[in-house]
């Protein structure tokens, strides 16, 4: 979940003094959601700091995921206030995707807009294509 947003906060920083726009979507599912959730998010304090620096960051949750930990737990859940639910959120990353949104990993040079995926913690990042060109030196 650190590196996640380790990344967005480097991709801001990087492309802001670039004076290149960026935007950037933090879509969680799976486990990922923990990181949205008022009561058990251990970055909570990270996610405030980044929506802070960069206050049209989207953060997308999952809202298959948030139902079925709702049915395990009991219990209805609570997003953090920078959060909003997506249907689905491998269909919104694939959307995202098919808009033009790539991965971190690959050589940027040649990637317009930017995203980020951590398997491990099953949150990604994405840039719709409405973005300026983040990595374009035309």
Same mark, same amino acid.
């Given at each position: ?26 879509? =969680?599912?799976?486990?990922? +959601? ?5 009561? @058990?998010?251990?970055? !909570?304090? &990270? ?43 491998? =269909?919104?990353?694939?959307? +995202? ?5 790539? @991965?971190?990993?690959? !050589?940027? &040079? ?29």
């Amino acid at each position: 979940m650190e590196l996640v947003l380790q990344n967005a906060e480097n991709a801001i920083k990087y492309y802001k003094k670039q004076g290149e726009q960026i935007s950037i979507e933090i879509v =969680v599912y799976g486990p990922g +959601l923990h990181m949205l959730r008022t009561d @058990t998010s251990p970055v !909570k304090d &990270r996610i405030k700091e980044l929506a802070d620096m960069m206050p049209d960051i989207k953060l997308s949750a999952c809202e298959n995921t948030k139902k079925a930990m709702e049915k395990s737990e009991g219990h209805g859940i609570t997003l953090l206030p920078q959060a909003t639910t997506v249907p689905s959120g491998i =269909v919104r990353l694939s959307q +995202l995707q098919e808009q033009g949104g790539a @991965t971190f990993g690959r !050589k940027l &040079r040649s990637i317009p807009p930017v995203s980020v995926a951590s398997d491990a913690q099953q949150a990604a990042l994405a840039a719709p294509p409405n973005c300026q060109s983040v990595a374009s030196s035309n």
